[in-house]
């Protein structure tokens, strides 16, 4: 599940940009009496009650314009689970947040919206527990059509084509690429709708170089320290590649379809053209070593050291590059980055489908709702233009109206290209990962004999056999008891099936 963000909208909010929300709240927006003084009740699906962060995010403005609708947060959690299993009793087992919401929706004293995360809204929705918004939508002729269709379809899918929801933000990821170095190789720059074959050929083109001077074309993430076996995940995430069947208690690893990437990142990784990861462990004693007067904050960020073409970041770090850029006359051997960013590569399999799409703030309305008028008043107003528009200035996610799209802050990028794609679907996994939380370590053995064949030790596919003989008997450890810490030594000490 999600983690929040804490990032602080400003408190102090000015006038003029207040008018325009409170007049959105005087018209069309279902209950307007404005005296009667009523409770607004929200639960999100961590369950944590009153969360300053929520607040600021999503309530603030909304109190402001509304000062007759108390907005109530709703507890569905006990507070010990927010700060992670070092509070639990040995082998208690942490309550099914989603399952804790549920519970409240149906019980004595409802809330009215809640917030769901994107995996979880097609469970809310199949046991008929969010009231569809659609008659609503087009009874205040509530305009949608302005909307990024990578989240209002991807919304609509978890509804069977119904809006069941609204998120006023999204967070996605892109491809952004060095022109200098593509320049000096005398290669084309990246474009939208690339697949990712045309893209580890683009990296091909324009890496060179040897030893220290490597100069690199493509990685899964800017930073040198990163897990290729886990950063591959929004490579995979498109192809629907699965680790477990329905029920997590079989593993499905040893495929031709898995053997196909396995081999391709192999042999991207022999080929150099993905830089070497490096030992975090060495990075800091590297670091602590450093002559302070030439240290590099960058110097661990393969792409803001220029040592790679082509990498994959969310939208939220286009700051730091930015800031980088701004500082580079006191930031001793740092040279500016000239830079644009393109769509992510996708498959010819999945042609429109990307990796890391998601979505902040879906809130859909409790079919239980005892205030449903004002649920949807509040759903509107954070789904309006004058929300977006304010937001577009000050959030470092995505406003999900394309009118307020944006660049901010004067710059000149492509940021259609954080929007260009549907998110990848992993409903099935998460269910498993949310039914069965120690079920993470299975991904550890896979994560062991991919470290094999990257070291040449082993073939591709006699490594995805032997996780998938290691990985059965470590998901028969975990339905005997779902609690257990998985035996590695037995899980290892399976042969490989032939």
């Known amino acids: 599940m999600k983690k929040w963000i804490h990032r602080a909208v400003p408190l102090t909010i000015a006038v003029s940009m207040m ?33 300053d962060y929520f607040r600021q995010q999503f309530t603030e403005v909304f109190e402001f314009a509304n000062p007759n609708i108390k907005i109530e947060m709703v507890q569905t ?4 689970y927010r700060y992670g299993y070092g509070r639990m009793a040995p082998g208690e087992k942490m309550p099914d947040p989603l399952e804790q919401l549920k ?14 995360n994107y995996e979880q809204l097609n469970d809310l929705v199949s046991s008929n527990l969010l009231t569809q918004l659609d008659p609503k939508i087009a009874q205040d002729k509530f305009d949608v059509s302005d909307y990024v269709p990578a989240v209002i379809d991807g919304i609509k899918k978890q509804g069977d084509g119904k809006l069941y929801a609204l998120s006023p933000t999204f967070y996605s990821s892109a491809l952004i690429y060095n022109k200098k170095m593509f320049d000096e190789a005398g290669v084309p720059y990246p474009k939208d709708g690339m697949t990712w074959d045309e893209t580890f050929d683009l990296a091909r083109r324009v890496a060179k170089g040897e030893g220290d001077n490597r100069k690199y074309g493509f990685a899964f993430s800017p930073y040198s320290g990163g897990d290729l076996f886990y950063s591959m995940d929004i490579y995979t995430a498109p192809l629907q590649l699965r680790v477990f069947d329905d029920k997590g208690e079989k593993m499905t690893v040893d495929s031709d379809q898995w053997e196909k990437v396995w081999k391709t990142m192999v042999q991207l990784n022999n080929e150099k053209i993905m830089p070497p990861v490096q030992d975090p462990r060495q990075m800091k004693e590297r670091m602590m070593s450093t002559n302070p007067e030439d240290f590099n904050p960058f110097q661990h960020d393969d792409f803001l050291s220029s040592r790679v073409a082509m990498t994959i970041i969310g939208y939220g770090q286009i700051d730091q590059i930015v800031n980088a850029n701004k500082s580079a006359a006191n930031i001793k051997g740092f040279t500016p980055i000239d830079w644009n960013v393109v769509s992510l590569p996708t498959h010819q399999e999945a042609p429109g489908v990307g990796g890391y799409i998601g979505m902040n703030g879906i809130m859909g309305i409790n079919a239980k709702a005892q205030n449903p008028d004002d649920a949807w008043k509040f759903i509107k107003f954070i789904n309006g233009e004058d929300w977006a528009r304010l937001k577009s200035k000050s959030n470092q996610q995505l406003v999900s109206r394309k009118k307020y799209l944006k660049p901010k802050d004067g710059l000149d990028f492509n940021i259609e290209a954080f929007a260009k794609l549907a998110p990848a679907n992993r409903q099935d996994d998460y269910k498993i990962y949310r039914e069965k939380q120690n079920i993470y370590q299975v991904r550890d053995i896979g994560r062991n004999v991919f470290q094999e064949v990257l070291q040449g030790k082993t073939g591709a596919r006699d490594a995805l056999k032997k996780w998938q003989s290691q990985g059965d008997a470590a998901l028969q450890q975990l339905k005997d008891n779902p609690n257990a810490q998985i035996d590695m030594g037995a899980a290892t000490a399976v042969p490989i099936a032939k």
Do not use: H, W, Y
């Open 19 to 51: 008018v325009p929300l409170l007049a959105a709240c005087s018209k069309g927006q279902g209950n307007t009496d404005t005296k009667t003084e009523r409770v607004l009740r929200i639960a999100t699906s961590m369950g944590f009650g009153d969360d």
């Open 77 to 80: 959690m006990d507070d010990k």
């Open 103 to 116: 519970k409240a929706m149906e019980g004595d004293n409802p809330p009215d919206v809640v917030m769901v």
